[in-house]
């Protein structure tokens, strides 16, 4: 029995559960506003924006339902709210662990490094299966009052699972930064920063005549190929994937090799 | 008797701050070892790297005959580790707290943590935040012991506790120590572990200066005695006795150091007539020092 992933899930179900619920609501409520949005408001609000303004936010087509939820819900508000719980438990899983002085007694028991990082990892993304699960969940539920029956249940499901993807990425990498450094707060501070960077880089590479770029965002692996409208995108999902295997082999090595703070 | 514990230069540095110097020690099976020292001595860098939490600049731990850093698992199997700051999630209960450090182990049978948190008089409902600190070290203690390890590294066990609370502690040592187990313990004084305790090592600055048996201190002890005599003291009797030293007589009272044997003392008093006699016990952690003062500065200049 993985019994430090098991008792990871325990320690933070609260705050999972609240993420869970927060993201699947807060992408419903959005959700919920598409017919108003269908029926042009929105659309003559966004005629000002620049064509380049509106690429960025990913808005050229906010009349269609895939084009509308790929834009706010999971262009923005979702993927951002379920990193947050990523990074965050991503801190919390060595270095946040290291700082409270959890780390010593855990690793006098039976269980080697190793093992510790792969069960906290196995934690976050079971977390991360279950945010993204609730959202598919939610998302199923608003479908047909809000008229959102153009985008099939599949498509639904290719978005939600690049969405825990995602978040196992960024989590895996302020997992990685805590291992390697013991420091909760460097690994806070780098996992946000990559956060807003990647983004940032997947919004504006195009305008910036970097196209290229963009393939650096794991946000761009995680809605550039609008999975809503063309359902699983297979190679954007192994990207994720394999980025956070690789980030995972890193924090694996790198916590084996140092000391732990006392 | 087969080693438990065996360091080999063992060397750790901090930077540019030195925490172990080049330490060589070995504990044998069944024994319970003192480890003393001052704050910063070294004590707790010498138990992390025991546990592979730590890894040594230079130099060697072995546990069992095996190098600390190699099958850490199947080790620790075999230990129990008290942190010297034993910190576990505050938000659990004390029950769950040791259900979890159990199943980490393989479990742990639940009559086993009654009994040690009933010895301890911990309550296995109170939730961890909300215990006092000396409670909070039972539950350290209780998670220490519980499956009965070959091997108990404890580091500064008894502090926080009650005088009490002590002694139960001290008797649970002396069990595991009838039932085989080896015990290493630190302590930032002799008193504390000296009852229990088959052998003390002292370390400072990273260095080992003292190392001894109990017995042999006891041996070495002397013993402060005061004598009232009803007449005049016996001055010239007294100072004939090899045993006796540092004589100082003050009209019928006299004062005087006995190291070893007492027998000829006794006999010699056996032919006066006492008003007192008062015997102080020797200051065990006083000798020690004094003892190893000289090998310290050789220690010392050589360093
Ligand atoms: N992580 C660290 N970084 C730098 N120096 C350290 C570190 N850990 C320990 N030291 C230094 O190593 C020396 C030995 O420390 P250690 O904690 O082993 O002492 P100790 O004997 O356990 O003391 P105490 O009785 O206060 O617990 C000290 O000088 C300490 O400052
Ligand atoms: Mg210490």
């Not at chain 2, 909070?136 to 012991?145: E, H, I, N, P, S």
């Not at chain 2, 305790?197 to 013993?223: K, N, S």
């Not at chain 2, 006699?277 to 010392?300: G, N, S």
Request: aromatic fraction near 6%; include cysteine; hydrophobic fraction near 50%.
């Amino acid at each position: 029995m993985p019994e430090v992933m098991t008792r990871t899930l325990w320690e933070g179900r609260r705050a999972l559960a609240g993420f869970a619920a927060g993201t699947a609501l807060v992408g419903a409520l959005y959700a919920g506003f598409y017919p108003q949005v269908a029926d042009g408001a929105m659309g003559q609000a966004v005629q000002g924006f620049s064509p380049a303004m509106r690429e960025a936010l990913r808005m050229e087509d906010l009349t269609s339902a895939a084009g509308y939820l790929g834009s706010s819900v999971f262009g923005i508000i979702v993927p951002l709210v379920a990193v947050i719980w990523g990074v965050a438990t991503g801190a919390r899983a060595i270095a946040g662990e290291e700082e409270a002085g959890h780390l010593d007694l855990l690793l006098a028991h039976p269980v080697s490094r190793t093992r510790v990082v792969l069960d906290r990892f196995a934690a976050l993304t079971a977390g991360a299966a279950l945010i993204a699960a609730a959202v598919w969940v939610a998302m199923l539920a608003v479908r047909p009052g809000a008229d959102l029956g153009d985008v099939g249940v599949v498509e639904f499901a290719a978005q939600c699972l690049a969405l825990a993807l995602l978040v196992v990425v960024f989590g895996t990498l302020t997992l990685a930064i805590g291992a390697a450094t013991g420091s909760r707060g460097a690994a806070l501070g780098g996992g946000a920063a990559a956060v807003a960077l990647t983004y940032v880089i997947q919004a504006l590479a195009g305008q910036l005549g970097a196209g290229a770029l963009r393939h650096l965002s794991p946000f761009h692996h995680y809605i550039g190929g609008e999975p809503l409208r063309h359902g699983f995108q297979w190679d954007g999902l192994a990207t994720l994937a394999g980025t956070a295997l690789v980030l995972l082999a890193v924090a694996v090595l790198s916590f084996d090799r140092r000391d732990l703070a006392t | 008797m087969s080693e438990v514990i065996r360091l080999e230069k063992l060397t750790k540095t901090y930077g540019r701050r030195r925490g172990l110097a080049g330490l060589d020690l070995t504990v044998g099976e069944g024994e319970v070892f003192g480890y003393l020292g001052p704050n910063g001595a070294g004590k707790s860098t010498t138990i992390r790297l025991l546990l592979d939490l730590i890894r040594p600049t230079d130099g060697r731990a072995l546990l069992f005959g095996t190098d600390c850093r190699r099958a850490v698992a199947h080790l620790r199997r075999r230990i129990g580790y008290l942190p010297g700051d034993f910190t576990v999630a505050p938000r659990q209960r004390v029950e769950q707290c040791l259900d979890h450090l159990a199943a980490l182990r393989g479990g742990v049978p639940r009559a086993r943590i009654d009994a040690l948190a009933g010895r301890l008089d911990l309550d296995l409902g109170a939730r961890i935040g909300a215990l006092s600190k000396g409670n909070r070290q039972k539950v350290g203690l209780v998670q220490a012991f519980m499956h009965r390890p070959d091997l108990l590294i404890l580091d500064e066990p008894t502090s926080g506790l009650d005088p009490l609370v002590q002694q139960t502690f001290l008797d649970l040592v002396r069990e595991a120590k009838l039932a085989g187990q080896t015990v290493f313990m630190s302590s930032h004084v002799l008193t504390e572990v000296e009852a229990v305790a088959d052998r003390v090592g002292m370390i400072r600055e990273g260095r080992l200066v003292a190392l001894d048996t109990v017995a042999q201190l006891r041996d070495r002890a002397a013993h402060d005695v005061e004598i009232t005599f009803v007449g005049p003291a016996d001055q010239a009797g007294l100072a004939a006795l090899p045993e006796v030293s540092d004589l100082v007589v003050d009209g019928q009272t006299a004062r005087l150091r006995l190291s070893g044997s007492p027998d000829a003392l006794i006999r010699l008093l056996a032919g006066h007539r006492l008003a007192r006699l008062r015997v102080t016990e020797p200051d065990l952690e006083h000798l020690f020092l004094a003892h190893y003062r000289t090998d310290d500065t050789v220690e010392a200049s050589r360093a």
